[in-house]
Protein backbone atom coordinates (compact mmCIF):
# COMPACT_ATOMS: atom_id res chain seq x y z
CA UNK A 1 0.00 0.00 0.00
CA UNK A 2 2.68 2.03 0.82
CA UNK A 3 4.64 1.69 -2.26
CA UNK A 4 1.04 2.21 -4.60
CA UNK A 5 0.83 5.73 -2.63
CA UNK A 6 4.60 6.35 -3.22
CA UNK A 7 3.76 5.60 -6.54
CA UNK A 8 1.15 7.80 -7.17
CA UNK A 9 2.81 10.47 -5.37
CA UNK A 10 5.68 10.67 -7.86
CA UNK A 11 3.51 10.56 -10.89
CA UNK A 12 1.64 13.87 -9.50
CA UNK A 13 4.56 15.47 -8.78
CA UNK A 14 6.24 14.80 -12.50
CA UNK A 15 2.73 15.73 -13.57
CA UNK A 16 2.70 18.77 -12.38
CA UNK A 17 6.47 19.50 -13.22
CA UNK A 18 5.56 18.72 -16.61
CA UNK A 19 2.90 21.74 -16.70
CA UNK A 20 5.26 24.29 -15.61
CA UNK A 21 5.24 27.59 -18.20
CA UNK A 22 8.99 28.75 -17.26
CA UNK A 23 11.42 29.07 -19.95
CA UNK A 24 14.69 29.24 -20.22
CA UNK A 25 16.24 32.54 -19.81
CA UNK A 26 20.13 31.99 -20.71
CA UNK A 27 21.02 34.48 -17.91
CA UNK A 28 20.08 37.37 -19.74
CA UNK A 29 16.83 38.64 -18.30
CA UNK A 30 13.00 37.80 -19.10
CA UNK A 31 11.39 38.28 -22.04
CA UNK A 32 7.73 38.55 -22.52
CA UNK A 33 7.46 36.71 -25.84
CA UNK A 34 8.59 33.64 -24.73
CA UNK A 35 11.80 33.62 -26.41
CA UNK A 36 15.48 35.03 -24.87
CA UNK A 37 16.12 38.27 -24.17
CA UNK A 38 19.53 39.24 -25.55
CA UNK A 39 22.12 41.43 -23.73
CA UNK A 40 21.42 44.78 -24.43
CA UNK A 41 23.60 46.58 -27.43
CA UNK A 42 25.79 48.78 -24.85
CA UNK A 43 27.67 45.64 -23.54
CA UNK A 44 29.40 45.45 -26.92
CA UNK A 45 33.16 46.33 -26.11
CA UNK A 46 34.00 46.99 -30.19
CA UNK A 47 30.38 48.73 -31.04
CA UNK A 48 29.44 51.42 -31.58
CA UNK A 49 27.68 54.67 -33.59
CA UNK A 50 28.78 56.03 -37.09
CA UNK A 51 28.86 59.49 -36.55
CA UNK A 52 30.34 60.59 -39.48
CA UNK A 53 32.33 59.34 -42.78
CA UNK A 54 34.47 61.36 -45.02
CA UNK A 55 35.16 60.28 -48.76
CA UNK A 56 39.21 60.77 -49.71
CA UNK A 57 40.47 60.73 -52.50
CA UNK A 58 43.23 58.79 -53.38
CA UNK A 59 45.07 61.59 -55.86
CA UNK A 60 46.39 58.53 -57.93
CA UNK A 61 45.17 58.46 -61.67
CA UNK A 62 46.17 56.72 -64.70
CA UNK A 63 44.66 56.32 -68.00
CA UNK A 64 41.95 54.57 -68.30
CA UNK A 65 42.82 51.58 -70.00
CA UNK A 66 46.98 51.27 -68.65
CA UNK A 67 45.74 48.24 -66.42
CA UNK A 68 44.18 46.37 -69.11
CA UNK A 69 46.75 46.25 -71.69
CA UNK A 70 49.76 45.66 -69.08
CA UNK A 71 47.91 43.11 -67.84
CA UNK A 72 46.90 41.36 -71.03
CA UNK A 73 50.48 41.79 -72.38
CA UNK A 74 51.91 40.18 -68.79
CA UNK A 75 49.17 37.25 -69.54
CA UNK A 76 49.74 36.84 -72.80
CA UNK A 77 53.51 35.86 -72.35
CA UNK A 78 53.13 34.04 -69.54
CA UNK A 79 50.53 32.05 -70.95
CA UNK A 80 52.61 31.44 -74.03
CA UNK A 81 55.86 30.41 -71.40
CA UNK A 82 54.07 28.47 -69.72
CA UNK A 83 52.57 26.52 -72.67
CA UNK A 84 56.26 26.23 -74.05
CA UNK A 85 57.79 25.00 -71.10
CA UNK A 86 54.95 22.25 -70.51
CA UNK A 87 55.59 20.60 -74.19
CA UNK A 88 52.49 22.32 -75.49
CA UNK A 89 51.99 22.88 -79.28
CA UNK A 90 51.89 25.87 -81.25
CA UNK A 91 48.72 25.88 -81.67
CA UNK A 92 48.21 25.11 -77.40
CA UNK A 93 50.81 27.86 -77.20
CA UNK A 94 48.93 30.41 -78.93
CA UNK A 95 45.65 29.57 -77.20
CA UNK A 96 47.22 29.56 -74.10
CA UNK A 97 48.65 33.03 -75.15
CA UNK A 98 44.98 34.19 -75.93
CA UNK A 99 43.67 32.79 -72.19
CA UNK A 100 46.51 34.50 -70.47
CA UNK A 101 45.82 38.08 -72.14
CA UNK A 102 41.86 38.18 -71.47
CA UNK A 103 42.91 36.64 -67.33
CA UNK A 104 45.94 39.42 -67.57
CA UNK A 105 43.70 41.92 -69.03
CA UNK A 106 40.93 41.64 -66.34
CA UNK A 107 43.42 41.07 -63.40
CA UNK A 108 45.37 44.28 -64.37
CA UNK A 109 41.90 46.37 -64.62
CA UNK A 110 40.96 45.30 -61.28
CA UNK A 111 44.48 46.31 -60.27
CA UNK A 112 44.24 49.40 -61.18
CA UNK A 113 40.56 50.13 -60.03
CA UNK A 114 41.49 49.62 -56.60
CA UNK A 115 45.04 51.41 -56.70
CA UNK A 116 43.00 54.65 -57.77
CA UNK A 117 40.34 54.39 -55.83
CA UNK A 118 39.01 56.40 -53.26
CA UNK A 119 39.01 55.55 -49.10
CA UNK A 120 36.56 56.49 -46.46
CA UNK A 121 37.48 57.36 -42.78
CA UNK A 122 34.90 56.56 -40.95
CA UNK A 123 34.38 57.61 -37.57
CA UNK A 124 32.50 55.88 -35.02
CA UNK A 125 31.53 56.78 -31.25
CA UNK A 126 31.97 53.70 -29.75
CA UNK A 127 29.62 52.74 -26.21
CA UNK A 128 32.64 53.53 -23.80
CA UNK A 129 33.04 57.12 -24.88
CA UNK A 130 35.91 56.91 -27.07
CA UNK A 131 35.85 57.73 -31.07
CA UNK A 132 37.43 55.91 -33.32
CA UNK A 133 38.42 56.73 -36.87
CA UNK A 134 38.68 53.82 -39.63
CA UNK A 135 39.90 54.17 -42.98
CA UNK A 136 38.14 51.64 -45.49
CA UNK A 137 37.98 50.89 -49.44
CA UNK A 138 34.46 50.15 -49.40
CA UNK A 139 31.43 51.17 -47.07
CA UNK A 140 29.67 47.75 -47.16
CA UNK A 141 25.93 49.32 -46.35
CA UNK A 142 27.06 51.14 -43.76
CA UNK A 143 26.20 54.70 -42.96
CA UNK A 144 26.31 57.82 -40.48
CA UNK A 145 23.96 56.77 -37.83
CA UNK A 146 24.30 53.26 -37.91
CA UNK A 147 25.08 50.47 -34.78
CA UNK A 148 28.41 49.09 -35.98
CA UNK A 149 31.26 46.69 -34.75
CA UNK A 150 34.85 47.32 -35.32
CA UNK A 151 36.55 44.10 -36.16
CA UNK A 152 39.80 43.33 -37.20
CA UNK A 153 40.21 47.50 -38.40
CA UNK A 154 37.44 47.44 -40.34
CA UNK A 155 34.19 48.61 -39.45
CA UNK A 156 30.84 45.74 -40.13
CA UNK A 157 27.20 46.44 -39.56
CA UNK A 158 25.97 44.76 -36.82
Known amino acids: MKSRMLCLA ?19 GS ?15 DCGIVTRIDAIASGRSAPS ?4 VLGGIVGAVAGH ?4 KTGG ?4 QNISAAAGAAAG ?6 IQKRATSDTYNIHVRMDDGRTVVVNQRDLDG ?6 V ?4 GKVVIR
Open 105 to 110: AVAGNA
Open 10 to 28: AIGTLALAGCSTTSPNYGY
Open 65 to 68: ATGA
Open 149 to 152: RVVN
Open 89 to 92: SKGN
Open 31 to 45: SPSGYPAYPSQTSCA
Open 142 to 147: VRENTY
Open 81 to 84: EISD
